[in-house]
Nanobody, 129 residues
């Protein structure tokens, strides 16, 4: 069964930076799947943050993080990253790595939770004001 493990979360002050990592294992076709990051704050629904195509050519971002967050991937190491700069208190949430539902799922489609095939357990990001 595929394993998705996030790391890199923590406590940071407003304006600070964090880099989240996601390692995918037991998944032969990682390099052919679109990947995404979502986040969920207490009492709120899980929301899309960013996605990336298997080629890394296409990337998409939620309006709230554009210009501050950057998604990237390393297909040779089965990893996805989320570089988060200029963090704000409203970025506080549990961040989840997600694999596309199928080979046909594009990065553009991964803003919808129903197009996610597998989730990680999440990593907590807390931004203090």
């Amino acid at each position: 069964q595929v394993q998705v493990v996030e790391s890199g979360g923590g406590l940071v002050q407003t304006g600070g930076s964090l880099r989240l990592s996601c390692i995918v294992s037991r998944f032969t076709f990682f390099s052919s799947y679109a990947m995404a990051w979502f986040r969920q704050a207490p009492g709120q629904e899980r929301e899309f943050v960013a996605s990336i195509s298997w080629t890394s050519i296409d990337t998409y971002y939620a309006d709230s993080v554009k210009g501050r967050f950057t998604i990237s991937r390393d297909n040779a190491r089965d990893r996805v990253y989320l570089q988060m700069n200029n963090l704000k208190p409203e970025d506080t949430a549990n961040y989840y790595c997600a694999i596309g539902l199928s080979l046909m799922t594009s990065a553009a489609q991964m803003d919808l939770r129903e197009n996610v095939g597998s989730w990680g357990q999440g990593t907590q990001v807390t931004v203090s004001s």
